[in-house]
Structure formats: C-alpha cells, structure tokens
C-alpha cells in the first residue's frame, strides 16, 4: 500500500478521493482541480510543476512532472504489482515499449491532442474551432493511424503481444475522440486498430478512469 498524490489539473484543490484501481491494486490520493482558475507563481502549482501545468506527482520527498516520466517512474517503482511487465522485464523490451511510448509523444500527441481541443474543449469552453487546423491535424493523424494499422497487423500490441505502457499513454487523447467527437471512424474503421483499441479500452482499470471522469 502506497500513498501519493497527484495533480491532475490545475492549482486549486476542490475534493480529493481515495481510489484502489485494478491495475496497480495500490491506494493514492487524487486531487480533483478546477480547471481555468486563475493562478500565479506563488502558486501551489508553480511549486509542483515548473512550467505551472498538470499533471504533476508527488511520492515521499519526489515531486514530479512529465506524465510519460510519471508513469514510467510508477510502473518502475510497482514493477510487481498489478499488471506486471508494464515497463518491460528486460532491456530490448523495454526498448520497444520506449520506441512506442516515444511515437505517441511525437508523432500522436501532438496531432491527436490539438484535436481533442479542438473538437471537445473549445466547444465546452465556448471558443471558435479552428477549422484549417482540424483539418491538417486529422490529415496527421491519418498518417500515423496508417503507421499503426501496419504495426498492429503484426502484433497484439504496439510494442509486443503483451500490454504494457506504450498502449496505455494512448488511451486518453483516443477515447476522446472516439467517445466525445465524430471522429471515431479514424480509429474503428481501421481493422487493427480498432481490435487494438477494442482491447485496451474494455480493460476494467480504464474502465474504471472513465467512469471517474465522468463523475
Ligand atoms: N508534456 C506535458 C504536457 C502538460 C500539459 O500540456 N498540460 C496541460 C493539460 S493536458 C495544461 O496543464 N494546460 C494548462 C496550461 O498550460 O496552463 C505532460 O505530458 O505532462
């Protein structure tokens, strides 16, 4: 059993939870943040997370930032618990979970995040879509969904045939897009991809972040 806590979204605290999730099967404390309150560099967040954005992570005396750094420090640190092998049991595994952790951050993040923007938040916070930008954002992403089709033709998961972190940092931007736009076509037309997606989406520990989300 593991206390830390993190971050989530903006400075300000406004109800905090304990939570077991099926996949770690550890305790930690997660604080709900308002998003958009106005916050300076005095603030909580500043001294969490040097650039004042989320998510940040606390554990004993380390304080963290960098959801990839995050996640790789957590999977490294419960290797044992849960789902093991998360971050690889040796070094040409873990290798490949890089190589595919390390596509997500630059060549699906950055597509696939100006997206979800685009498509879920502005609207939610009111703001004008941009559309050239969806535009050229989708045609992006095209590019590595077809990247991704050919890979997960040859093997369950993108870095192997077991689950591990590489498929586990794509699951926030997609189930976005395929829940909340209509754009769930760019993944579920896709024959390998959509098996892929089917798979890591119906595991009970992402479940279970969803329905948290949705709280
Ligand atoms: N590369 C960083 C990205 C952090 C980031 O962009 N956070 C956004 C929310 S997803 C944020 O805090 N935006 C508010 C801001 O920049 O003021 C990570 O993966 O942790």
Redesign the pocket.
Known sequence: MSHFSLFPLAWLKVNTRNLTTSNCRYTYLILFIKFNVVYNSASLMFMVQPF????AFQDDDITL????AICRYIAEKYANKGTTGLYGTNPLVKASIDQWLEAESQSFNPPSSILTFQLVFAPRMKLKQDEALIKQNEAKLVKVLDVYENRLGSSRYLAGDEFTMADLSHLPNTQFLVEKTDRAELFTSRKNVGRWWTEISTRPSWKKVVEMQNV
């Open positions: 004042g954005q989320v998510p930032f960098e959801s990839r």
